[in-house]
């Protein structure tokens, strides 16, 4: 049977928005088509709702809420246009600002971090060897701004994206003898997909802390955020076993050098985070416009009343998505009977108030991006089949005390899913000894950057400690189905 396919002719009753904006549209939607989660006659239809009400709470956790996403901030850019505000003029020349890994680099990225070097806030940045086009601030990107200042969309629409390795007294003999039970146990515990909900929590006292009444934002998510706690989201998001092998001493509970099972994780804060990054993005938009190619890179003043519930809601999505990572790993960890040795965690897409080398305070934005502070552990993931790294940072101040976040794609997502096969795919599972539970043509390994590669670009940003090899990835189903 031929699959259905959206262009922009079958959109043309829309009259709103941009061609750039349907054209995402398309993009989007092609996805959902390409999985056959919902016919186009169907999707069509589902888009003329949105259309006429981007802020109905229908779509909340739909499998459509992509696409809604994409009509929801576009009705805000829109509105921008209608009130005829004046944008506010960029540098005529970026700030200079390091490149690690310029050669692995897309222009698309470097044109990208060249807008965000250009806003009259804008006051020291760096660009990651893993560095790719994103929106707004490319991902891989390190932005310094004034310190009153935050920009939503560079730190991201997945507030919080993080790692989390538990580290436990297993052997790898021992894990391939028993790997059914490891199998299972990550089966059992892992919720992927946009929208997927968890009804058991083992331990919600997240949802005691005050700051969950302190804005109307807050409140209104707040349940979709504790039904969502203990789940993943799609895309490059995984939960997966692997053999840690630590090569220098693991200076967190003096792990001693070897080889041990982990359990990696990568997430965020979910729906609530991405419902945060669209409310305050929109906010910034219609407040401080700037020309079309920096739009999404407008800032909030972390002194006024939204940049301060923005600062709160922020920080707020950055320990529910740390208690989410603890939620599967605990279970995870209940389920084999064995408890971790050492817990490792560390944020990627979030905002820090931090000080540059010349002592002047900044807000400094980590869009896929490591910290790595003199000493800082971290965790920077490969994918399904090549292997991550725990590392320390060295605290280099050209990079801003950050360094890549993985290793980063070398294609898009749309050209992966015409590029490549199962066959492939199925083919370099096999050869590297891994094993995989759902996931998409999208994240194909060959689609990501070499990661021995990257980390060589940034051997004066961190230290390797460990080095890590997947065996068991877990990953959002390809098919799935949520109607």
Known sequence: MKKEKLNSKDLRFIRTLSHEVIGLLCHEANRLLKRRTVGKSALINAIKQMLDNPTSELWEGHVLQPVWNVIRIQSGEEKINTEKKTSTKLRPEPIPYTVFGQS???????????????????????????????????????????????????????????????????????????????????????????????????????????????????????????????????????????????????????????????????????????????????????????????????????????????????????????????????????????????????????????????????????????PAGKNTIGIIPGSMTHPGYVVKGLGNPHSLNSASHGAGRAMSRSQALKTFSWNEIDFVLKKQNVELIGGDIDEAPMAYKDIVRVMAFQNELVEILAEFQPRIVRMADAERRRY
């Open 104 to 370: 692995s680099i897309e222009s698309k990225a470097i044109d990208q971090m060249n807008n965000a070097m250009s806003l009259p806030i804008s006051i020291a940045g760096a660009l990651m060897p893993d560095a790719h086009e994103g929106y707004g601030l490319p991902i891989g990107g390190v932005l310094a701004t004034e310190e009153n200042v935050i920009i939503p969309y560079a730190v991201g629409v997945d507030i919080a994206c993080r790692m989390c390795m538990s580290v436990f007294p297993i052997s790898p003999d021992w894990f391939e003898l028993k790997r059914e039970r490891f199998r299972s146990a990550l089966g059992m515990h892992t919720i992927f997909g946009v929208g997927a909900k968890n009804s058991s929590h083992l331990d919600s006292s997240l949802f005691d802390r005050k700051e969950w009444n302190s804005t109307k934002i807050i409140r209104q998510h707040r349940n979709l955020a504790f039904s969502q706690l203990g789940t993943s989201g799609a895309g490059n998001h995984f939960v997966e076993w692997g053999i840690l092998k630590v090569i220098s001493q693991l200076e967190l509970n003096s792990l001693a050098p070897g080889e041990y099972v982990a359990l990696l994780s990568h997430s965020g804060s979910r729906g609530f985070g991405n419902e945060i990054a669209t409310f305050y993005s929109r906010v910034a938009m219609n407040k401080n416009p700037l020309p079309h190619g920096a739009k999404h890179l407008a800032w909030l003043d972390l002194t006024s009343e939204e940049g301060e519930e923005y600062w709160i809601a922020m920080n707020l999505a950055g320990h529910y998505a740390s208690a989410n990572h603890r939620e599967i790993h605990e279970k995870i960890s209940i389920e084999i009977g064995v408890n971790p040795l050492i817990r490792i965690e560390n944020h990627h897409n979030f905002a820090w108030k931090e000080k540059l080398p010349n002592g002047q305070w900044a807000i400094i934005h980590r869009k896929g991006a490591t």
